[in-house]
């Protein structure tokens, strides 16, 4: 399922997508990092998605543009969201920082679903899906978002944009028309 790399004869898969994460070492001499994160979808077993889980064994961080791969010893970590701040002091849970860090209401993330659906060809994101649009912010790449999640209309107080079409994705695509999707809506006529 998505992504699979084959190292040493052995196949790893993309296991877990993480909004927040933390790396907490280890207490005893020379042992791998710990991962702890919310898991926004968690693709071998989706009862874990939105759980705070933890990875153990790290092996190797990479960075990949605006997100990062954490290697396990048997798959592969996308890490989307910032990176959390250990706090200073001794016997902290890093499940309750992470904890404390995520979002109130659960909702289905627009970041995943780009990172997902992203063109691997895409010279503005680099395949990712997503870019950084600001310091701590990522943004639907709009050169391969495939507006698949509707599109809704301008009004109130969006002024000169009012009676445009904006993508429901967030990657910023704004029509003057209605889109192809939308033009079988009936017409009406005073």
């Known amino acids: ?13 993309l296991n877990g997508i993480f909004r927040t994460w933390m790396r907490v070492r280890q207490a005893r001499h020379g042992a791998l990092p710990v991962i702890w994160g919310d898991c926004i979808v968690h693709l071998s077993h989706p009862e874990f998605s939105g759980n705070v889980l933890h990875t153990s064994g790290i092996i190797q961080i990479t960075e990949h543009g605006s997100f990062k791969i954490a290697e396990t010893r048997n ?3 996308a890490l989307l969201g ?10 902290i849970d890093p499940e309750a920082v992470v904890l404390a860090h ?5 909702r289905q993330d627009a970041l995943v679903s780009a990172a997902m659906n992203a063109d691997r060809q895409c010279v503005k994101c680099g ?8 310091e701590r912010q990522l943004c ?11 599109w809704w209309q301008l009004e109130g107080g969006y002024g000169a ?5 904006a993508c429901k994705a967030g990657c910023g695509v704004i029509l003057d028309a209605p889109p192809a999707a939308l033009q079988f809506l009936p017409r009406t006529s005073l």
């Open 82 to 91: 910032p990176e959390i701040e250990m706090p200073a002091g001794k016997g």
């Open 75 to 77: 798959s592969y970590y």
């Open 161 to 165: 944009d009012n009676g445009r079409w």
């Open 127 to 134: 395949g990712t899906g997503v870019h950084a649009c600001g």
């Open 1 to 13: 399922m998505g992504i699979q790399i084959c190292r040493d004869e052995m196949t790893k898969q």
């Open 102 to 106: 995520r979002r109130p209401e659960p």
């Open 140 to 150: 639907v790449c709009d050169a391969c978002c495939r507006h698949n999640q509707g």
